[in-house]
């Protein structure tokens, strides 16, 4: 459908006032230039039609600004895009992807995966932003998005040819009935990727998870292996991703000189949630770092 010139006109002018008020600069509609798609039609990928993008949160940009762009946790690209090979999915499986946070991971996954992912993402502070990530990133046609509630979504039965689940059995309040949930969903004979913080009860979890998005339910490995067996799945691997996390937390904690000079510096807000987080990562790496916290893998598979 072709669109008028003074349609299109309209659309610059309403783009340019919404940049202007994000950057918080002047605007003047008379500065607006005339553009030649004005009298052209328009296309799928015309990104003057894309939705306003929304405004970050100071929380989100400070995690961002830490850990790397749409990451909300310590993370890595390459180690991301090994996941459908550890999955054992096929190029054109279907992987569902829980708890990714931000769309970093998802964009890792999709360049090492050619099929259709399914995301869900159980934060509300960070699902819309989640969403737009993935059209910003292309990914919006391949990979669905979807909002649940950690303790109360019911997951279709033998729906997913894998299942990645970055970080659920760290908050989850019902751990077997999340591990029950992880057994249905998938299809017999594949597998699940359950990633993981694991210790024993101690006063120092609190202040090292201050800053986590919910309350932190820290279980030993034992136990969430326990958890997975009882629901029918049978453990092919425990890895000990702890020191690969560390490392990858230091090297964050590293480039963020770097990045704030790139940043041009923060508003008052974003410092503070940078300060809070980096409190709250000094006693998590000390835990780390003395064995009493650890960030486990295990991959369990659901009998033919």
């Avoid at 989640?130 to 033998?158: C, M, N, P, S, Y």
């Avoid at 057994?183 to 201050?210: H, M, N, Q």
Wanted: glycine share 6%; proline share 6%; net charge negative.
């Amino acid at each position: 459908m072709a669109i008028a010139l003074f349609d299109k006109r309209k659309l610059d002018i309403t783009r340019a006032r919404f940049k202007a008020w994000w950057d918080g600069a002047e605007f003047d509609p008379a500065t607006v230039p005339e553009t030649p798609e004005a009298v052209n039609e328009s296309s799928p990928d015309d990104e003057l039609f894309d939705a306003p993008e929304i405004p970050r949160p100071p929380r989100l940009e400070a995690l961002s600004l830490l850990w790397g762009d749409e990451r909300i946790l310590p993370g890595d690209d390459t180690a991301d895009r090994l996941a459908p090979a550890q999955l054992g999915v096929a190029a054109d499986g279907l992987i569902a992807v829980l708890g990714p946070g931000l769309a970093a991971p998802l964009a890792a996954l999709a360049a090492a995966h050619e099929g259709p992912i399914a995301a869900f993402e159980w934060r509300d502070e960070t699902f819309d932003i989640f969403a737009q990530g993935l059209k910003r990133a292309k990914l919006g046609e391949r990979v669905t998005a979807t909002r649940i509630d950690l303790e109360t979504h019911a997951f279709e039965a033998d729906k997913f040819d894998g299942v990645w689940s970055l970080d659920e059995f760290t908050y989850a309040d019902e751990p077997t009935r999340f591990a029950h949930h992880l057994a249905k969903t998938v299809k017999a004979d594949r597998c699940v990727l359950v990633e993981f913080y694991a210790g024993l009860p101690s006063p120092d979890i609190a202040p090292a998870f201050a800053s986590a998005f919910a309350e932190p339910h820290i279980r030993a490995a034992g136990d969430v292996a326990h958890f997975l067996i009882e629901s029918g799945l049978k453990i092919e691997a425990q890895d000990d991703l702890t020191e690969e996390h560390l490392d990858c937390a230091k090297q964050a904690f590293k480039r963020l000189e770097s990045r704030l000079k790139e940043a041009g510096g923060v508003d008052t807000a974003i410092a503070r949630e940078l300060a809070w987080e980096t409190e709250a990562w000094r006693a998590r790496l000390k835990l780390l770092a003395a064995g009493r916290l650890e960030r486990r893998r295990i991959v369990a598979r659901k009998p033919a």
